[in-house]
């Protein structure tokens, strides 16, 4: 029974068509918030995935020049069993992303691309709750993305966009963060958490470099106990959780 005390989440609102959702590696989405997007594409929404990076550095035991991609190949499955056929990598090196003018125009060009009402993105925060530091990448990319969606809008930022044929696009009515230590809404992630966890599996060279676990166990375990964490501050209900900012 949900503790009536406890800041309840509200639901993530639901009169959209086309998000899209930018990260700065591959598997930060199927980590983040792949039961949502499992829903959304069931019930006809188009998701697009943005990856600054193709992850290149991430698996301590294979060059670059192999690794970026053998994950790249690994995000296009994950994505694919989320019902998520659009996968763009924006070519920054992965591990030194770097903030600033040239991050946002790349997010503020595929805003214009795909015109989404929702971007999507993982925690632009220092820190994991209070505990665990963040990533500079994650920090990086999710700051910029919060800036592109106003960007995106602005002919007289970025004009050389318009002078490409991406005119201007106003239309992001929200940015939702997933991973955030600052949640305001959630979706219900029962229909989509097996999809998520299969989603999960797809990166199996990153996840056997990161643990000793069977894969599996450790995809399920960690993704069920996200959303059941979650499901306290939503009615008792698992869901995945994003700190939403209305534009």
Known sequence: MTDPQITQLQPLPEDWQRALAVVAHPDDLEYGCSAAIAAWTDAGREVAYVLATRGEAGIDS???????????????????????????????????????????????????RHRPELVLTLNHRDTWGDASWNTPDHVAVGRA??????????????????DQGLEPFGGVRWVAVAGSSRPT??????????????????????????????????????LTTRTTATAERFGGIPAVAFEVFTR
């Open 62 to 112: 294979l060059d670059p020049a192999t690794c970026g991609p053998l994950r790249e190949r690994e995000q296009r499955a994950g994505a694919a069993v989320v019902g998520v056929t659009t996968v763009e990598f924006l070519g920054h090196r992965d591990g030194v992303i770097e903030y600033g003018t040239a991050l946002r125009r790349d997010i503020a060009a595929a805003i214009r």
């Open 145 to 162: 993305t919060l800036d592109a969606a106003a960007d995106a809008g602005n002919r007289w930022i970025f004009p050389e966009l318009t």
């Open 185 to 222: 809404h959630a979706v219900d992630a029962r229909p989509g958490l097996e999809r998520a966890v299969r989603s999960l599996l797809e990166h199996r060279s990153y996840l056997e470099a990161l643990t000793d676990q069977d894969p599996e166990t450790y995809a399920r375990a960690f």
